[in-house]
């Protein structure tokens, strides 16, 4: 049995009450179908403490992956019910909260899509290394660009005969329209892959040990450093075109900009959505997984730094921007509904305010109240009680009956979520 594969990454405390915001991270992954994207989930599930089984090498398509919490989703090997689950993950000596939220890729489930797409602030594209950008990629990305979802590229199955990382960039850019650059060089491909080198930090990562699931930082193999250098210097040259911030410190600096400046840099352009950094391993052989992990927490934004809007009823159904600040009166959505045989259990995103147990709550289409009697975190059919949530978080209420897509007051206000177009933000961001 193996154990996390990085301990010193991997947290399992799940706290009691409210996160720190800056260190919540409200994510999706998105694929087209068999690009790995439920075998991501469940490797990211395993290297954040949260699954103590990786399943084996060899074992068949997605078998048994935590996400897939519904008999029927397992049969047809499609997603049709979002889900969401909560992890840590230890980076720069900080424990970040990651709520995954499974958004289903498929086509046909456009309202369910929508909705678990509008309470994301960020998410991870997985492209097939062989295939590259498919049909349902496409369709996804072009969901994400409406809702104005930052993302991260994870290209995966490098270990796979065919893997072509250059030609999967090719894909992008020109399929998608995507502003992208790779901020990994992958040490080998197809039977030979083993890792990845970080152009950024120029620090090489070894996928040894049980079941490839250790990450181990070696020098970079002198066989790479050239692709290395000209890989960090595309990346370098587009960041200084895209952020005036980091242009400014590349001109002083070239050739010896600092890691710290690029990552930042990576940071605004990923948040602001006019870049995307690309990543890539394989999920399947547990290569990439962790520094992956890394990028959502540093790349992503966190919900203060997501602008987010309702309609007043009281006010013409004005728009109002909402502040992601426990204080402030409570605005939460109920996105997903799923019937457990212990009654109906609702998925909740928190805008603004905060959630308690014993307090009520306006239903803002009935105008009925509904006391709070269970909050839950949730990890696939674990369920962690909490007394309290707030503002930026996602939980699930348990014995409250009511339909996807219902926005929740403290009835101070009387606001409805919006799941219309949000032009992008234009607000200083906190690094
Ligand atoms: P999903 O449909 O996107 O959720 O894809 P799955 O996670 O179910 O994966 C589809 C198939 O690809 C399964 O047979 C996986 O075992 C396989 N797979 C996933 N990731 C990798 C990888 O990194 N390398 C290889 N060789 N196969 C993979």
Same mark, same amino acid.
């Given at each position: ?73 397992? /049969? ?56 590259? %950008? ?31 990382p250059?030609?999967?960039l ?10 992208t650059c790779p901020i990994q060089v992958? +040490? ?11 152009v ?25 450093? /050239?692709?290395?250098?000209?890989t960090?210097?595309?990346l ?11 242009? /400014? ?29 690309m990543l890539m ?14 990028? %959502? ?19 013409? /159904? ?59 975190? +949730? ?53």
């Amino acid at each position: 049995r193996a154990q996390s594969g990085n301990a010193s990454n991997a947290s399992s405390a799940v706290p009691s009450g409210p996160l720190e915001l800056q260190t919540v991270r409200n994510i999706g992954i998105s694929a087209h179908i068999d690009s790995g994207k439920t075998t991501l989930t469940e490797r990211i599930l395993f290297y954040t403490g949260r699954i103590d089984e990786i399943h084996e090498v060899g074992k068949r398509d997605g078998e048994g992956a935590k996400m897939d919490s519904m008999e029927l989703e397992r /049969e047809k090997g499609i997603t049709i019910q979002s889900a969401a689950t909560y992890c840590n993950w230890n980076v720069d000596d900080k424990t970040h909260h990651i709520n995954i939220i499974d958004t289903p890729g498929h086509i046909d489930f456009t309202i369910e899509v929508e909705r678990a797409l509008s309470v994301l602030d960020g998410a991870v594209l997985v492209v097939c290394g062989v295939s590259g %950008v498919q049909s349902q990629t496409l369709t996804v990305d072009r969901q994400m660009r409406r809702y104005n979802v930052p993302r991260v590229v994870f290209i995966n199955k490098l270990d796979r005969d065919g893997a072509d990382p250059p030609r999967c960039l090719n894909m992008l850019r020109n399929k998608l329209g995507l502003r992208t650059c790779p901020i990994q060089v992958p +040490m080998g491909l197809e039977s030979r892959h083993r890792g990845v080198i970080d152009v950024i930090d120029r620090k090489a990562y070894a996928f040894d040990g049980y079941k490839g699931s250790e990450r181990t930082e070696i020098d970079v193999p002198p066989e790479f450093a /050239e692709q290395v250098e000209v890989t960090r210097a595309e990346l370098l040259e587009t960041l200084a075109d895209l952020d005036d911030e980091f242009a /400014e410190h590349y001109l002083e600096h070239e050739a010896a900009s600092s890691p710290e400046a690029i990552h930042a840099a990576v940071r605004r352009q990923t948040i602001q959505r006019t870049f995307s950094p690309m990543l890539m391993g394989s999920a399947y052989k547990n290569k990439g997984v962790q520094n992956l992990l890394d990028a %959502v927490c540093r790349y992503l934004p966190n919900p203060t730094e997501v602008r987010n809007v309702a309609l007043d009823q009281d006010n013409d /159904e004005e728009t109002v921007e909402l502040s992601c600040d426990p204080k402030k009166p409570l605005v939460a959505l109920a996105f997903k509904i799923q019937d457990l045989p212990t009654g109906q259990l609702t998925y909740m995103r928190l805008y603004q305010g905060k959630l308690q147990k014993g307090m009520s709550i306006t239903n803002m289409t009935t105008q009925k109240k509904h006391p709070i009697k269970r909050i839950f975190r +949730m990890h696939s059919n674990e369920m962690r009680p909490v007394d309290t949530a707030a503002a930026g978080d996602i939980v699930a209420l348990g014995g409250l009956e009511v339909a996807s897509g219902t926005t929740f007051t403290d009835g101070r206000l009387r606001y409805t979520m919006t799941t219309m177009y949000v032009p992008p933000p234009v607000m200083s961001l906190a690094i």
